[in-house]
């Protein structure tokens, strides 16, 4: 790829929040775009958005948490694309995590969409791109993956293996000129954080993410912050002693967020 993006591209999650609007300013890019996520009518609907504006866009309902189902939808859309240049593995899950009860299904979810699920997807393409000898592989983390945080103790955990996943993958599939980004935003405006009742600070619309996360890929940053307020903010929450956070954290756990629908 010699320092540019390839123009076929499959997106995780790409049914609502930043897997959409990433397909969406990708289509009109000019990528060609494979979509996956679980709900076939919301794909449907961006994949005909995305035809209509001209673009080329193919869909397949897939759970990338089920690793036989993600491999077949992710094999059926590669072979609508005519090969893969690039994987956004964008699909993720939120829930605080609960003490009583203790809410164990919900960080089972969670590990499985944000860490196993990644792996999945990428267990789909990687092959492709090392007989291809070039490919590019993007998986959206967070900031919160810096810092194990009260009440949110399954969802930094999942945050934070895909980092450290991603930095070890990255340094491996160096020589095969195989590029790896982590992305780690902040708040962002998606179905996921709409649940969230307390003032998300120097929170973003899913347009702005999506367009701040291509340029961070075309750039290929290895690990791309932002905002960075938000980011600032996490390196110092990092270095405040226990007492603090937990005060701090208080009254969001005794009132936590729950998801509108159960993660499994």
Known sequence: MSGKVGKKAIITGASTGIGRALAVLMAREGFQVGLLARNSQLLETLALEIRAEGGTAYWA????????????????????????????????????????????????????????????????????????????????????????????SGYTASKSGLNTFMEGLRIQLRPKNIKVNTICPGFVKTPMTAVNDFKMPWVMEADEAARRILKGIQRNVKVLRFPWQTSLLMRLISWLPDWVVEKVMRDYNQNPPMPKSPLT
């Open 61 to 152: 309902r897939g759970d990338v948490k089920d690793r036989e189902n993600a491999l077949a939808s992710m094999k059926s859309l590669m072979e609508e694309l005519g090969g893969i240049d690039l994987l956004i593995a964008n699909a993720g899950l939120g829930a605080p995590t609960l003490i009583d009860p203790f809410n164990v299904a919900d960080q089972e979810a969670m590990i499985r969409v944000n860490l196993l699920g990644v792996i999945y997807s990428i267990e789909a393409v990687l092959p492709a791109m090392v007989n291809q000898g070039h490919g590019q592989i993007a998986a959206v983390s967070s900031l919160a993956g810096f810092k194990g945080l009260p009440g949110e």
